[in-house]
């Protein structure tokens, strides 16, 4: 099993961005996603989760501002980010059962 994420980096508050993960080595489209994250001393988060259906759920901390999709053809899943904040500011993983990505950086700051 293979997570590779992308899509991380720098951007001001109130901006967006869009994490990508691409999965390999599993049957992807029956597959429940999630993406959680780590920010610097504090432990892991959960902010998003998608069925192999397509339902999704997030916590009250994201709602409204992250949106997790999916690809079945592509075998790869999504996070857009919009209105991101500087408590945003995290190490973001992708994950699949007990398998973990190696993570990408995203840093909200002016």
């Known amino acids: 099993v293979q997570l590779v994420e992308s899509g991380g980096g720098l951007v001001q508050p109130g901006g967006s961005l869009r994490l990508s993960c691409a999965a390999s080595g599993f049957t992807f489209r029956t597959s429940t996603m999630t993406w959680a994250r780590q920010a610097p001393g504090k432990g892991l988060e959960w902010v998003a989760a998608?069925?192999?259906?397509?339902?999704?759920w997030y916590p009250d901390l994201v709602k409204g501002r992250f949106t997790i999709s999916r690809d079945n053809a592509r075998n790869t899943v999504y996070l857009q980010m919009d209105s991101l904040k500087a408590d945003d500011t995290a190490i973001y993983y992708c994950?699949?059962?007990?398998?973990w990505g190696q993570g990408t950086q995203v840093t909200v700051s002016s």
């Open positions: 998608i069925s192999s259906d397509g339902s999704t």
């Open positions: 994950n699949h059962d007990q398998y």
